[in-house]
């Protein structure tokens, strides 16, 4: 089965910590693995793609088909990062994504 | 160019009504996706239309159907509401074809959402 697990529902960093995102995924194939990020009050917007391999606001994520994660990570949080990040799988030829049940993040001064 | 739009962006209805939303796909979007998210089981896939064909469903029940015009626009339509309908109802557009080499993903732009609640 397709699935998405984000086993932490908030994290609570300080201004400055590092950010780590957990996400692990089930999928018998080739997934592609993205994090969607919903800042407060705004629309759900692509954040980074696995295949792309670069950095976005300071953020990188990589998969790691061993452990099937695709974990986000930031070397020091800003205020500004606090929001609702998804991770999503999309498997097969149509444009169907499974997400994740998402963590806030927080991010306190 | 214009984002995807969505209308209503709130609607109240009562148990055992029917609701239609729609979505208006940023032009030259073909494929329209629809999601709805709950704060208990997050964003889940309802389905997807491309040139206004049915390309994949969700594990929905038969009450949640959709349908795509020929200008791309997007309803969906819920039939005997159920409380636990209420939720945030995505719409996400993109080009929808194959995509690049490297991934067959075509971008999805998301909507602002209708709020139903079911009273």
């Known amino acids: 089965a397709q699935r998405v697990t984000q086993p932490e529902k908030l994290l609570s960093v300080f201004k400055g910590a590092p950010v780590e995102l957990k996400c692990n995924y089930s999928?018998?194939?080739?997934?592609?693995l993205f994090w969607y990020v919903q800042y407060s009050r705004q629309r759900l917007q692509l954040l980074l793609r696995h295949i792309s391999r670069e950095s976005i606001k300071g953020f990188t994520a990589d998969l790691n088909k061993g452990e099937t994660s695709f974990h986000l990570k930031k070397p020091f949080a800003q205020e500004e990062d606090s929001a609702m990040y998804y991770c999503?799988?999309?498997?097969?030829?149509?444009?169907?994504?499974?997400f994740g049940t998402g963590t806030l993040l927080a991010v306190q001064p | 160019k214009a984002g995807v739009t969505q209308t209503p962006r709130y609607l109240i209805k009562t148990r055992g009504q029917q609701v239609t939303l729609s979505c208006s796909p940023i032009?030259?979007?073909?494929?329209v996706s629809w999601y709805q998210q709950t704060p208990g089981q997050g964003l889940q896939f309802l389905f997807e239309y491309f040139s206004e064909t049915q390309r994949n469903k969700g594990n929905f029940p038969g009450r949640f159907s959709g349908r795509q015009f020929s200008n791309s626009r997007s309803e969906m339509n819920v039939s005997t509401l159920e409380l636990g309908d209420s939720a945030l109802y995505l719409c996400?557009?993109?080009?929808?074809?194959?995509?690049?080499?490297?991934?067959?993903?075509?971008?999805?732009?998301f909507g602002p959402g209708t709020r139903l609640t079911v009273l």
């Open positions: 999928y018998s194939g080739s997934p592609e």
């Open positions: 032009s030259g979007h073909r494929s």
């Open positions: 999503a799988l999309h498997g097969g030829a149509t444009n169907k994504l499974i």
């Open positions: 996400a557009s993109s080009y929808g074809t194959s995509g690049t080499i490297m991934s067959s993903y075509n971008e999805q732009f």
